[in-house]
């Protein structure tokens, strides 16, 4: 039961995301001084190497030409992303950068349905309609006391936070194109290498050194960033994309209570509530899809097993 328990893929994602936001934190504290390029650099490179030594251990077979041009695109549309939303960070309070971020999850659906012809159901609708009015009560509670440092610019962070979120909905969409083709250690390989490739003039100094005291803060970037994509493949794959898509949510709880800790970031009541209808959304769904499982097979739920 425990087993079941621990493989079920709305636990993954809630796992995953948890950890995403840690470092998200993470980054919105180290950036500033190691230099927002160097981390990323040194993020994917040793995300990289430590996805490509797991590849090798399992033994996979090489990856097709055909596979190898998906996910180089996949890997820089979401190089793309990690820079944007990472700058973000630097510019914008963690729970207000994290809420207005929710506006990729709200696209899954609709990018799925445009870009693989996945099926939106009504409930599913509704419960993203309910998510996005939870986002708009939390982002109107964003006024923590806890000041923006002086310097940053919120426009400039706005921007390029929801960049972000247009190119993350697409690699989610992504993401489960291959996930029911590939295992996850192939395409968490990818997700590592291909950024740790692009990235490598900034490793080797072309934009100056990192110092070296901050290389052992990288690599726990790079294990628990590959950490984090690992799951989310594991996720992605024994789940349906809309299912999951309400579950990014979560990571408002997280960012809240991280900010709080970390920044002195206070956020108001607004964040809270907001924060209950966005997990009462996810709980529509994940509902929904438990019984509609059913209504599809024509079997009561006590013929179908968990």
């Known amino acids: 039961m425990l087993a079941r328990l621990l493989a079920a893929p709305m636990l993954i994602a ?5 950890m995403g ?9 180290v950036a500033p001084d190691a ?19 797991v590849f090798k251990a399992k033994r996979r077979p090489a990856p097709k030409a055909e596979a190898i041009r998906f996910h180089t695109l ?32 709200l696209m899954v659906a609709p990018v799925a349905r445009l870009v693989i012809g996945e099926k939106i159901s009504p409930v599913a609708v509704g419960a993203a309609i309910i998510g996005f009015l939870g986002v708009l009560l939390a982002v109107a509670g ?28 697409f690699v989610l969409v992504l993401l489960r194109m291959r996930a029911t083709k590939e295992d996850a250690t192939t395409i968490a390989m990818f997700t590592n290498v291909v950024p ?29 960033g590959y950490s984090v994509w690992f799951l989310m493949t594991l996720a992605y794959a ?34 809270w509530a907001g924060a209950v209808i966005i997990i009462a959304s996810c709980m ?11 209504r599809e097979a024509g079997l009561p739920a006590s013929d179908i097993p968990e």
Not at 45 to 51: E, M, R, V
Not at 80 to 99: D, K, V
Not at 213 to 219: A, H, K, T, V
């Open 238 to 271: 024994k789940a349906p994309a809309q299912r999951l898509a309400p579950i990014e949510y979560t990571a408002l709880i997280w960012s809240a209570i991280l900010g709080l800790v970390f920044f002195d970031e206070w956020p108001g009541w607004q964040l």
């Open 142 to 169: 964003s006024g923590q006391t806890g000041a923006v440092e002086a310097g940053n610019n919120r426009t400039l962070g706005l921007v390029a936070l929801f960049s972000s979120t247009i190119g993350y909905a």
């Open 74 to 105: 996949r890997g820089l549309l979401q190089l793309f992303c990690a820079f944007t939303f990472f700058y973000a960070l630097t510019q914008l309070r963690l729970a207000e950068a994290t809420a207005l971020g929710f506006t990729a999850a």
């Open 196 to 224: 740790a490739i692009a990235l490598l003039p900034v490793t080797f100094g072309l934009f100056g050194f990192t110092t070296l005291s901050l290389l052992p803060i990288f690599l726990l970037f790079g294990l628990a």
């Open 35 to 53: 230099g927002l390029q160097h981390l990323l650099a040194w993020r994917f490179l040793f995300g990289g190497i430590i996805a490509f030594a």
């Open 14 to 18: 809630v796992v995953a995301i948890a």
């Open 284 to 294: 529509i769904v994940a509902v929904d899809g438990h019984f509609r499982t059913r």
């Open 21 to 29: 936001t840690g470092i998200d934190a993470a980054v919105k504290g």
